[in-house]
Each structure stands twice: as structure tokens, then as C-alpha cells.
């Protein structure tokens, strides 16, 4: 089983900044998809960023051009960037991993609240 632990959550002023890290116990890391959802209370949780193996970043719409997902795989660990921070941006952010085979891990969430 693969363990996936996040830490950087907190609270910050809007347009603050952010980073998010998930570090997966899994030595086939490198192959994984890794990205982040947002869950907010009495919603679906929303895909807000990913990153393939290959290095290829997909970010929804609400958060292109403040976020950026990065990945250092000699770590086994995933970033997530988040600059201009806004009030929607509140949530409990999950770190996911998918592998190849099409298992998906995920981690326990870490909250970000944005406020001022």
C-alpha cells in the first residue's frame, strides 16, 4: 500500500501565496500521475492540477495562471504552487497518485483556508 503524506496547508490573506508537498512511499513514483483535488464542504471534490509521468501539467481553468504543479521524482514528491490565493480557493486540498496498472492512491488532505 502506498502512503501519501501532504503537508504546507494553513491560512493566508488573499492574494497570498502557497506551496502544497506530497510525499509518496513508492519507489515507482517516477511512473505515477500525481496531482491534487479541492473539496469544499457540500461539493464534489474537483480536479485542480496534474502532472503525467512525462512532465505534462493539466490545470483546471479556475486556477491556470496562479498554480503550478511541479515534481521532483528523486524525492517522490509533488508541489503544488498556488500564488494570488482567493477566497474560492478554500478547501481541503487531496494529493493523488495513479499508477500505470490504474490503482490510485490518495492522501489524507491538508486544508487551505484563504481569508482575511
Known amino acids: 500500500q502506498v502512503q501519501l503524506v501532504e503537508s504546507g496547508g494553513g491560512l493566508v490573506q488573499p492574494g497570498g501565496s502557497l506551496t502544497l508537498s506530497c510525499t509518496a512511499s513508492?519507489?515507482?513514483?517516477?511512473?505515477?500521475?500525481m496531482g491534487w483535488y479541492r473539496q469544499t464542504p457540500g461539493k464534489q471534490r474537483d480536479l485542480v492540477a496534474n502532472?503525467?509521468?512525462?512532465?505534462?501539467?493539466n490545470l483546471a481553468d479556475s486556477v491556470e495562471g496562479r498554480f503550478t504543479i511541479s515534481r521532483d521524482n528523486a524525492r517522490n514528491t509533488v508541489f503544488l504552487h498556488m500564488k494570488n490565493l482567493k477566497p474560492e480557493d478554500t478547501g481541503v486540498y487531496y494529493c493523488?497518485?495513479?499508477?500505470?496498472?490504474?490503482?490510485?492512491?490518495w492522501g489524507q488532505g491538508t486544508l487551505v483556508t484563504v481569508s482575511s
Open positions: 493523488y497518485g495513479r499508477t500505470p496498472w490504474g490503482l490510485t492512491y
Open positions: 513508492s519507489s515507482n513514483f517516477r511512473q505515477y500521475t
Open positions: 502532472q503525467t509521468s512525462g512532465g505534462i501539467p
